[in-house]
């Protein structure tokens, strides 16, 4: 088991955790010319987004964590 790989599928995990905790404190995944012209339309859309991603960066991050532990 390699500590270094470990650690880093976890911060993946971590990183995950935030974007679907925290959807609208990381980066705009919405363009600002949507945030001008419908700011309800884009807070949903980052929401979505931001979740979704989150969601696919703590899939990533548990089956990398899985591989390291089980090689």
Do not use: H
């Not at 790989?5 to 363009?31: C, D, I, K, N």
């Not at 945030?35 to 703590?58: C, H, I, M, Y």
């Amino acid at each position: 088991m390699n500590s270094f790989e470990l650690l880093s599928a976890l911060l993946v995990v971590a990183t995950g955790v935030y974007l679907y905790r925290q959807p609208m404190e990381t980066r705009s995944f919405v363009s600002p010319k949507t945030w001008n012209e419908s700011p309800q339309d884009a807070e949903r859309t980052q929401r979505e987004k931001a979740r979704f991603w989150g969601l696919v960066f703590v899939a990533i991050g548990l089956v990398w964590a899985f591989i390291v532990l089980a090689f």
